[in-house]
Every structure is written in structure tokens, then in C-alpha cells.
């Protein structure tokens, strides 16, 4: 018994793995998917410019705003899997061959719109800009080095 | 020739108080040597202190100048202002020099004389002329005190060992000299003349966009020689460096950045955020990171009232 579990265990994963990624979504939709994701958090960090910077007066919106780049923030690292580089995308391939330095990048957002979120909560004005400018500095470090230039 | 100090001149009185006088003389002695070292020390004194404020000024000047973002290697480990960034333009791949004083690969050898003379007239020491992807056409603007404050600051560097490669260019380049043509046809050297009619805002914001921060070097179109085409002021350059297309930022509404409020123009320069929620990439959020998002708010106020006060160019339409 114990001798054959390994065996097993590894020709699972030799099946499932092929099966998972057959069975997973379409590659043009999950890229669809991402660049949804993408445009939601740029909406929401519009909407809390508007009103971080006193443009509107919606102060009660600014939670949810937030609250939804925390969450969107968290979904990026699952947002690039394999074969997504090719199609109707601006993801350079060179997000698959610089996993560790990408990753870091993917982190430092959920970390930091976690920051902005609590902050914002916590009506921290510059707990929030502190955070704010930790949220640009990820998505502009992702987008300098791993999104096509506009063309 | 007669000295006016009452110790020396008044012989007579040298019998009747010997020990005060000898005191005197003392006494006259000791301020003396307290004044020569005073007057010796004190200039050392402010003058290093004017040197540590021209160092500290310097260093923002180097941000406001975009130094770092060309003249540091696109290595995450890179040293800054060590140069060796490879600039591909249209007319080949120049390797940017290392600014570090070290004697050897860097400017160790350069006077403070040098260094202005390059900034502003785009002349090596040795004479030769530098090719125009250093920009030193806007940098000619700058005012002696900046050049000097900059000097200071680069003097000041730790001193690093970077060879640099030789730049990979066409051959009608090769020989510097060509360049004194291009500069008759391109370049007007001269300092930037505050225009009276405008206020002081809009005035810094010139200074900074047209000379020190050369915003114009990549946002303007050039000609077939590479000279910018300054009748289309900062309307976006097709072929940029590494041939990137560099955004229209004229008052245009549609292709440039005329429905941009001064205050969205000020949150982009300090957190490379766009008006719409998205964050530049590209080239110009290296520049945010080492230039724009290290000015004094005033200073991006002043980018943004220029930029503002900017006509849309006139060109035809597509």
C-alpha cells in the first residue's frame, strides 16, 4: 500500500495537471477577464482621486472604493496564467520569464491597497497618501516593465 | 605709517606701568591672533557651509533635471549616476557616461568649469562636441547658480569604477565634428529670460519644462536631423526613444491634454496617476519616480501652469 503511493500520487499530478489546464478557461477570456479587472481598479482609483482630493463630496463612497481596490488588488496574481501572453493583450511575455521579480510587484499591490483600504477606514489622511503612493508605485513598476507601450 | 595701538606708541608711559603694559601687549597679542584666525577660519567656515547648501540644492536639481533616469543602468542593482544606460535613438545606441567623480571612467578629472560647459554648450573638456541625445540644447537655459549648485552635488559623489561602452553609431556620426554643423542648425545657446509679461509660476514652470527638465527632448517632434521642431512644442514625438510613442501634452483636447485640470496634472507628476485611474508605464514613469514625484509641490504647480497656459499646436487634423 504505502509503496504504491507514491506512484499514484505522481501519476495524479501528471494527469490532473494536463487536465486542469485543458478543463480551465479560454485564454482569450481569461485575458478578457483581466483586462476587466484591470479597468474596475482603474475606475475605482478615479472615483477615490475625485474624492481624496476633495473634487467631490462623496466621503462615504471613499470605503467602498477602497475597499474594492483591496479585493481587486488581492485577484491580480491569479490574473496572468500560462498562455495568456498571445492575443488581444498588452502583457509583455516577459511577465512568464521574470515570475519572481513579477510576483513581487503583484504582492506589493495587495499589501499596499490593503494599507489604503485600513487607512481610508480609519479616515488616516496620511496613512492614505502614503499608501496611495505605494499603490502607484506597483502598478506603475508592472506597467513601465511588463505592459506594451501605447503604439 | 603711525600704528594706533596705545600699547606700542605710548613710549612714555612704558616706566610708570610696566606690568600693565606688558598685559596690554599681551592682551593686544591674543585678539590679535583670535581676529587672524577668525578671518582666516570664518570664509572656510561659510564657505563650506555654501558648499553643503549647493550640494543639497544640487541634488534636487539633478531629480528636477532627470539626471538619473538616462545616466543610471537599467539594472535593478544599477548605481545611480553611474551611467552605461544604452539610449537607442534613430541614429544609433549611445551609452550614457558615468557622472560619478570617479578619475579613471567618470568625470574625477573634470573641473566645475567642465561640467558647465557641457551642461550648457555641449563641450567635452578635450573640446569634442557631445551628440544631442544629452540634452544639452535645453540645458543651456540653466542659470550659473543651478550649474554651479549641480557641479557640487556631482563633485560630491561617491567616486564609482564603471567602464562604459563605446556608443554603436553610424558612420556619417563617427567623427564629433559633424556636430558642429548640427549645432549651427539646432542648437541657440543662451540662458533662460524670465518673460515679464507672464507671472512667476508660469515663468519656473518654463524653466523646468523647456530647459531642466527637457520635457520637449522626448514630447517634441523632431526634424529629418534630429533637431526639435519647436513650432510643435511638446505635441508628441511618433518615434521617441527606444521608439516609443511619446504622448501629445498640448492643450488639444483630444489628442493632447487640454481637459487635463492643473490639479490632474500635478497628481500625475507626483503619483503617475492618469486622470482616468490608470498608471503610466513606460519611460515616463521612470521620469515621475526620478524627477517629477521629487519636486516641491510649488514646482509641479508651476509644470502644470505652463503646460496649461500652452496652445494647442496648429497642424492639420487627420
Known sequence: MRRRALPTLLACIALNVPFVAWSATAPADAIKYRKAVMSAMGAHIGAFMLINFGKVEHQDHLKAHTSALADLGAEVKVLFPAGTDTGDTDALPLIWKEQDQFKKLVTDLETSSAKLRDAAAANDKAGTMAAFKAVGEACKGCHDRYRKADD | ?318
Open chain 2, 1 to 318: 605709517m603711525k600704528t594706533a595701538d596705545p600699547g606700542v606708541r605710548k613710549d612714555s608711559r612704558r616706566p610708570r606701568f610696566p606690568h600693565r603694559q606688558t598685559t596690554l601687549v599681551g592682551c593686544a597679542h591674543v585678539t590679535a591672533l583670535l581676529l587672524l584666525t577668525g578671518v582666516c577660519l570664518a570664509p572656510g567656515l561659510s564657505r563650506a557651509a555654501d558648499e553643503r547648501v549647493a550640494i543639497e540644492r544640487g541634488q534636487y536639481l539633478v531629480h528636477a533635471g532627470g539626471c538619473l533616469t538616462c545616466h543610471t543602468a537599467d539594472r535593478p542593482d544599477a548605481i545611480p549616476l553611474a551611467g552605461g544606460r544604452a539610449l537607442e535613438t534613430p541614429f544609433g545606441t549611445y551609452y550614457t557616461p558615468n557622472l560619478t567623480p570617479d578619475a579613471a571612467t567618470g568625470l574625477g578629472a573634470w573641473t566645475k568649469a567642465d561640467i558647465g560647459r557641457a551642461l550648457r554648450d555641449g563641450v567635452a573638456p578635450d573640446g569634442s562636441y557631445y551628440y544631442p541625445v544629452f540634452p544639452y540644447p535645453a540645458y543651456t537655459g540653466l542659470s550659473d547658480s543651478d550649474v554651479a549648485a549641480i557641479a557640487a552635488f556631482l563633485r560630491n559623489l561617491k567616486p564609482v569604477r564603471q567602464v562604459i561602452p563605446d556608443h554603436e553609431i553610424p558612420w556619417y556620426l563617427s567623427n564629433r565634428v559633424v556636430m558642429w554643423g548640427w549645432n549651427l542648425l539646432n542648437f541657440t545657446p543662451g540662458r533662460y529670460a524670465p518673460d515679464a509679461s507672464r507671472n512667476a509660476a508660469w515663468n519656473r514652470g518654463a524653466y523646468l519644462v523647456r530647459h531642466l527638465g527637457h520635457c520637449g527632448e522626448c514630447h517634441t517632434p523632431r526634424n529629418a536631423l534630429g533637431g526639435l521642431d519647436r513650432t510643435q512644442e511638446l505635441a508628441g514625438n511618433p518615434g521617441g526613444p527606444d521608439g516609443e510613442k511619446i504622448p501629445d501634452i498640448t492643450q488639444d483636447k483630444t489628442s493632447g491634454i487640454g481637459n487635463w485640470s492643473e490639479d490632474e496634472i500635478v497628481l500625475f507628476l507626483e503619483y503617475g496617476v492618469l486622470p482616468d485611474g490608470d498608471f503610466a508605464g513606460s519611460s515616463m514613469s521612470d521620469v515621475i519616480s526620478d524627477n517629477t514625484a521629487k519636486l516641491t509641490t510649488e514646482d509641479r504647480l508651476a509644470i502644470a501652469a505652463y503646460l496649461k497656459a500652452l496652445d494647442a499646436p496648429d497642424r492639420p487634423r487627420p
